[in-house]
């Protein structure tokens, strides 16, 4: 019961996230033409995201209102979902620079995402945490992770993973943390790349109980072979997960520490 309560609450934190950043309060714009580029853009965000006649109505309304940073990430969207990255990086640039308490976070972890930009992606994301240096930074884009979190993850593939683990346990160990759907695997990977096996089966266990998968199973198997222990059962175990589709997922990329059935066949 206490693992289903943390995935409800995990899903209603990432529903509401999602829906602030989705809606806009067009009252609240400073004259009459700004809010009818709002308007224009809740219309289309909703609707029309990704068409010809979304992208011209963006257009019509940034001539509207050139400062409403909405309308630059929301027409960037289609360029990076199409592999367009220099144009997307022109939009959400300005974006982040009409309003970089809103964007950073958002540009930091697209650039970790879908381009792998893992300096980049840090110095967006730290540039975020000195606009909130004591509190909460937001979700990444798909949900699965808080952007502390995600910029562990951008270190530990610098090869900076003590500083990886320090970044993951000091927000693990905040009482307002919410823990993520692969927190405790990605400490766990991070723990056994710098061989601490047993802090390492420490975070899978952890892992198991809030969320197990097929790459958490792999890794607590290979801790068992690397102990001369029995891990037959658990490669099994794991080839079965992933053959029930038991595996991290994204839409659009692949995880951080993803593993592939070959992997766990050769182990």
Known sequence: ME????????????VIYSNLQAQVNCNTMQ???????????NYWEEYGQGTQESQEGFD???KLCPTFSNLYKEKAVPYLK????????????KAVNLDPKMNLGYRGWCKYQFLRDYKGAIEDIEALEKLYPNGYLGYSQNGDYELHIAKAICYSALGQREKAVSIIENRLAKKDHTVGFYDYYQLGVTYFELGKYD??????????????????IYYKSKVSKIRNKDYLDL???ALKSYDEGKTMKDGY???????????????
Do not use: P
């Open 235 to 237: 490669k099994k175990l």
């Open 199 to 216: 802090k390492a089966l420490e975070n899978f266990e952890k892992q198991s109980k809030q969320n197990d998968f097929a790459e958490n």
């Open 3 to 14: 693992k289903f309560q943390k995935y409800y609450l995990s899903l209603l934190v990432l």
């Open 253 to 267: 990329t692949h995880h951080f520490n993803k593993v592939y059935r070959a992997q766990i066949e050769e182990l």
């Open 60 to 62: 019509e309304a940034i």
């Open 31 to 41: 004259n009459d033409n700004c809010k009818k580029a709002c308007e224009m853009y």
């Open 82 to 93: 199409n592999g367009d990255f220099i144009s997307w990086k022109i939009l959400i640039d």
